[in-house]
């Protein structure tokens, strides 16, 4: 490795011309301060990585065989070996599908404006961040948080804005020169053609692996984002993509050609990390040193730090700020800038729904059936191992007697050859099949009861994993749904916060990176909650055009309701729904005093209707209508007397 100040120099124009060549003063003192605190933060963490592996094994049903059991499975790999029941496997699947189905709404990030004026501006930046979803497909990274948080307790994320670039297709006139006229006029035909330029643009939901995790230890996990000193992440990339990176960055990223004349890992990855993580692969195995040559990992450390730029000798401010650094390979600075934040201090948001409000990284629910899910497995281990022993019986015979060649020989029919001396006399006096004792038959029995122990500590009932409950009785409604009520109740606190510490601020944040980061106009779907009062802006379209300005507006973010449908009854609302509808004087009265159309729309959601305006009638308007909108002449149409969404 060469050293950083005998690099050869590589002739970067820095931003705001700050010196950040490797081996500067201010690079030296930038990279001691963020790797310091990277060090002290990773060692306070790491206090948990033996219990996370041990719950990582159990999932990812590792096991590790003895001899014997490795001859076993060497001269017949159809006999069963021990093996690992996916207890911890199929509870996480259980509540990470209930707390999906709740969180993962069409939008999963609803805003509500602040004032009337500000309702059409708030409908398109919540259908921008929708659209932004759908093409980063932000479902990906909010489900790899939920399980995290029920494997290791923890769960982190940040948005990074990201900008793709790539071929625009467009319809253009074809156009020729007239000689006659000196003008260049339309044939009337059209051609394609393309051009560089963006193709999306939005923000990225990340999900951070908990070992992964630089937190400030002097604040609770779940506050770092509004109270920490710094909070940062590993992360590992290959050389090519660091410099493509740099390539795309519009000169916010540097130094990245630096990376050449250095080996790729860090003192945090080469001394903990590619170890601790080789099996869970959390930043990539480097045991394969050609794959090392061929690759070229990068490992880099992104943090963002709460800072008074004049110690740092990045600028003349006193004021404390937000900037964001990333140390790549333990010495190179390639990105360091100052970030706006409107809202948090850090864009990184750690969820940690089992807290105490005292806990490093406290135990998960997955870690805590850890001694139960090991019971089943050495439960079911033993039956399987005398089911194995007793497949291939033990038989005492007397081999003066007998002709031992045809007594080993394998095959369904044996002819087994007794010596003269012995004909006539009865077989068993020479050969006796030794009784085994099946120590195991109560197992099965008690192999139940410590799954169903695991179901009630858990809440992941029967009906939950889609198994009916066993037993001679007829099974009734009533009773299905009081147990889905039941264990609904305990998962729901999960989900609960999940949604507060987790979708809250996440969905703030990508609503502040499309306000201060869209950089061209974006077609988007009138189409959802807000269309009756879009319809009015735009009469006859289906979507529209929004400017980076059109979205300037104050906004309130609309928390997702973490209630399952066990909470509220659908049944019993179309009951309600049919008694009503039987008296017409109770209707009206309904009618005047309620809005009956999202009542209506909140029953549908409960019979899991997802998007209930995609059946909603389109509001065709009047030519009258349509003059009367553009000279703004008419009152509103569609939408509640306040402007809320039907």
């Known amino acids: 490795m060469v050293p950083p100040r005998e690099l050869p120099d590589q002739h970067y124009d820095y931003p705001e011309g700050r010196d950040w060549r490797p081996g500067s003063a201010l690079s030296r003192k930038l990279v001691n301060d963020v790797m310091n605190r990277a060090t002290a933060a990773r060692r306070h963490m790491s206090s948990r990585f033996s219990d996370w592996d041990e719950v990582d094994d159990l999932i990812n049903l590792r096991v590790e065989l003895d001899e014997e059991e490795l001859a076993v499975q060497k001269k017949d790999p159809r006999r069963p070996v021990s093996l690992i029941v996916p207890t911890l496997r199929t509870v996480r699947e259980v509540i990470t599908a209930y707390a999906c189905s709740i969180l993962f709404t069409n939008p999963m990030f609803r805003y509500n404006h602040l004032g009337p004026e500000d309702l059409p501006d708030v409908a398109k930046l919540e259908r921008l961040v929708y659209t932004q979803s759908s093409r980063f497909r932000h479902s990906i990274g909010c489900r790899t948080q939920i399980a995290d948080c029920l494997?290791?307790?923890?769960?982190?994320?940040?948005?990074?804005?990201?900008?793709?670039?790539?071929?625009?297709?467009?319809?253009?006139?074809?156009?020729?020169?007239?000689?006659?006229?000196?003008?260049?006029?339309a044939t009337g035909e059209t051609e394609r053609q393309s051009a560089e330029g963006i193709i999306a643009e939005g923000s990225e939901?990340?999900?951070?692996?908990?070992?992964?995790?630089?937190?400030?230890?002097?604040?609770?996990?779940?506050?770092?984002?509004?109270?920490?000193?710094?909070?940062?992440?590993?992360?590992?990339?290959?050389?090519?993509?660091?410099?493509?990176?740099?390539?795309?960055?519009?000169?916010?990223?540097?130094?990245?050609?630096?990376?050449?004349?250095l080996a790729g890992t860090n003192r945090l990855t080469s001394d903990i990390a590619v170890e601790a993580d080789a099996d869970s692969g959390t930043l990539g195995s480097l045991e394969d040193s050609e794959l090392q040559s061929l690759v070229k990992p990068i490992d880099i450390v992104y943090m963002y730090r709460y800072i008074i730029p004049h110690d740092y000798g990045l600028s003349d401010s006193t004021t404390p700020e937000t900037w964001f650094f990333a140390i790549a390979?333990?010495?190179?600075?390639?990105?360091?800038?100052?970030?706006?934040?409107?809202?948090?201090?850090?864009?990184?948001?750690?969820?940690?729904p089992d807290t105490d409000g005292h806990t490093v990284a406290p135990v998960s629910r997955l870690e805590a059936l850890r001694p139960l899910a090991m019971a089943i497995d050495w439960l079911y281990n033993n039956m399987m191992y005398y089911n194995r022993k007793g497949v291939g019986s033990i038989v005492a015979y007397d081999q003066t007697v007998i002709n031992e060649r045809d007594l080993m020989r394998k095959g369904p029919l044996k002819y087994v050859r007794l010596m003269r001396p012995v004909w006539g006399h009865k077989l068993t006096e020479f050969i006796a099949e030794v009784p085994l004792r099946n120590t195991t038959q109560s197992q099965a029995a008690d192999l139940e009861m410590t799954w169903q122990l695991a179901e009630r500590t858990s809440a992941v009932s029967d009906m939950r994993t889609g198994r009916a409950r066993q037993g001679s009785e007829r099974i009734t409604a009533t009773e299905i749904q009081g147990i889905l009520e039941g264990s609904g109740n305990r998962l729901q606190d999960f989900t609960n916060m999940m949604s507060l510490m987790a979708m809250h601020p996440m969905g703030v944040q990508l609503a502040l990176n499309t306000q201060n980061?869209?950089?061209?106009?974006?077609?988007?779907?009138?189409?959802?909650?807000?269309?009756?009062?879009?319809?009015?802006?735009?009469?006859?379209?289906?979507?529209?055009?929004?400017?980076?300005?059109?979205?300037?507006?104050?906004?309130?973010?609309l928390p997702v309701e973490s209630f399952g449908p066990e909470a509220n009854n659908a049944a019993a609302w179309v009951e309600y729904i049919k008694t009503l509808a039987a008296n017409p004087v109770v209707v009206n009265e309904l009618i005047a005093k309620y809005d009956v159309p999202r009542m209506m729309e909140h029953v549908y959601r409960l019979l899991g209707m997802r998007d209930v305006g995609e059946f909603r009638r389109p509001v065709v308007l009047t030519p009258e209508q349509v003059q009367g909108l553009a000279g703004n002449t008419t009152q509103p149409i569609g939408g509640a007397p306040d402007g809320r969404p039907l």
């Open 151 to 185: 494997t290791y307790g923890i769960g982190a994320a940040t948005p990074m804005w990201q900008t793709k670039k790539g071929r625009i297709w467009k319809t253009v006139p074809v156009t020729e020169y007239d000689s006659q006229t000196g003008q260049v006029i």
């Open 205 to 261: 939901y990340i999900g951070i692996h908990p070992k992964n995790l630089l937190l400030d230890p002097m604040v609770c996990e779940y506050e770092v984002h509004e109270k920490g000193d710094f909070a940062g992440f590993l992360a590992r990339l290959s050389l090519v993509n660091v410099v493509d990176w740099e390539a795309s960055s519009d000169g916010r990223v540097f130094n990245a050609k630096y990376l050449k004349f």
């Open 517 to 557: 980061f869209m950089t061209q106009e974006t077609t988007v779907s009138i189409m959802g909650r807000w269309e009756a009062q879009l319809r009015e802006i735009y009469p006859e379209q289906d979507s529209m055009d929004v400017e980076p300005g059109d979205i300037r507006v104050q906004f309130d973010f």
């Open 329 to 352: 390979a333990d010495d190179i600075v390639i990105l360091a800038e100052k970030i706006e934040t409107d809202c948090y201090r850090f864009p990184l948001f750690v969820a940690v």
